[in-house]
């Protein structure tokens, strides 16, 4: 119910309200009231994907870097990506730079957080986790019931998903929204970089995607946690002091992204933990300030030793409005895989999947390296060469 000096604006104008105000509460509200219309319907008009901001709603794409780039977006995409609407991403097939919208559900998640932790609002960052908490599982419930199917070509048209890559390319022939949303794509579309060769690394999943040569640069490009550190992230001390200066890739999945996820090397899993958390949203606009993401949501820990001996970790995170991290039936403790091999898939919402190797193993591609010291994603799919093993290191 709106305040009478509420009743005449937009939802949008609503969310805007209260998050110039840093009223948790009412932001609070609003994602219940877009999960509401959601179930009611229609998740792109007053539902959880209502574009933040008033732009248009395909990517913005234009081959520009450096000086040249800053100085000629126009003062639109300049004004939404200060305002955090979206952000700018590099795609490596084209070099071009783009603009991904950031949906209304995950714009009031970022700014609950912002508000709870800079105001040292301690009680309200505790009503924050519990809010998320019940409203993801209540998303998550709606996604599997049959009527949910509704939300379906709506998300299609949205962002743009070509059907054709996908085993079940027909749109009535998912059964829920997460059916639809845990879809596999075709082997073909996905090839495996160097299959038989141990030494290359490959993506995990269709991602954005930052590598960083060691923990450390992570944290000085893109981690901004001030809590973040391999002891708090894997709950394990004896792997955490393994990998300890290690080679990180932090892969992040956006709604409209194929949801599965896979092996980025050879190895055999020699141990699967779950480590329990909340589920605060995992855009970049979060993760780059001094808000504890990582360490405090939901994720599992796997240990993978690699044929020529050492350990890596692959840690799925779940984030805010995920219903649940599946693992596939192949991944077990004892089984080997190789790399591109399904490991499990993220039921709907937006995700991560972190994997860490040993200090200096890895060589990661020049590309991905450049625009990762920029501060900047790199769009991936799954099974690309993004590095290779320094055998020097080990």
């Not at 996905?190 to 944290?219: C, M, N």
């Not at 994720?299 to 020529?308: A, D, E, N, Y």
């Amino acid at each position: 119910m709106l305040t009478p000096e509420y009743e005449d604006i937009t939802q949008n104008e609503l969310v805007e309200q209260h998050i110039k105000d840093n009223d948790t509460e009412g932001l609070g509200n609003d994602l219940s009231i877009a999960i509401d219309k959601t179930e009611q319907g229609n998740c792109m008009e007053g539902g959880i994907h209502t574009p933040s901001g008033q732009l248009p709603k395909h990517w913005y794409s234009r081959k520009l870097t450096g000086w040249i780039h800053s100085h000629l977006l126009p003062e639109s995409f300049k004004t939404a990506v200060e305002k955090r609407y979206g952000v700018f991403l590099v795609v490596r097939k084209t070099g071009e730079y783009h603009y991904e919208e950031m949906p209304m559900y995950t714009r009031i998640g970022m700014h609950m957080l912002f508000a709870g932790y800079y105001q040292g609002k301690l009680v309200e960052t505790e009503t924050m986790k519990k809010l998320f908490l019940i409203e993801t599982i209540r998303q998550g419930a709606y996604f599997t019931d049959p009527k949910s199917v509704s939300q379906i070509p709506s998300f299609v048209e949205h962002y743009g998903i070509n059907m054709n890559d996908y085993v079940k390319p027909a749109l009535d022939s998912y059964s829920n929204f997460n059916d639809f949303f845990t879809r596999a794509i075709r082997p073909s579309v996905r090839p495996i970089a160097s299959p038989e060769d141990s030494s290359i690394f490959v993506s995990a999943a269709d991602s954005r995607l930052g590598v960083f040569s060691s923990v450390e640069k992570a944290t000085e490009f893109w981690i901004k946690g001030k809590k973040f550190t391999l002891h708090n992230f894997l709950q394990d001390a004896k792997l955490a002091d393994q990998l300890e200066g290690g080679s990180m890739a932090i892969f992040r999945l956006a709604p409209q992204d194929y949801h599965r996820w896979h092996a980025p090397a050879d190895g055999e899993i020699e141990s699967i933990q779950t480590v329990a958390g909340t589920y605060y949203t995992v855009n970049p606009c979060v993760v780059k300030e001094d808000v504890n993401v990582f360490t405090e949501n939901h994720r599992q820990i796997l240990t993978f030793r690699h044929p020529l001996g050492f350990n890596y970790a692959v840690v799925p995170i779940g984030a805010l409005l995920v219903g649940s991290i599946v693992l596939s039936e192949n991944t077990v403790v004892g089984k080997s895989l190789k790399k591109g091999d399904e490991m499990g898939y993220f039921q709907y919402g937006g995700s991560t999947v972190a994997v860490i190797f040993p200090k200096n193993s890895v060589e990661w591609d020049s590309d991905l390296l450049k625009t990762s010291k920029s501060s900047l994603e790199t769009k991936v799919n799954m099974g690309e060469h993004i590095g290779r093993l320094n055998t020097d290191a080990l």
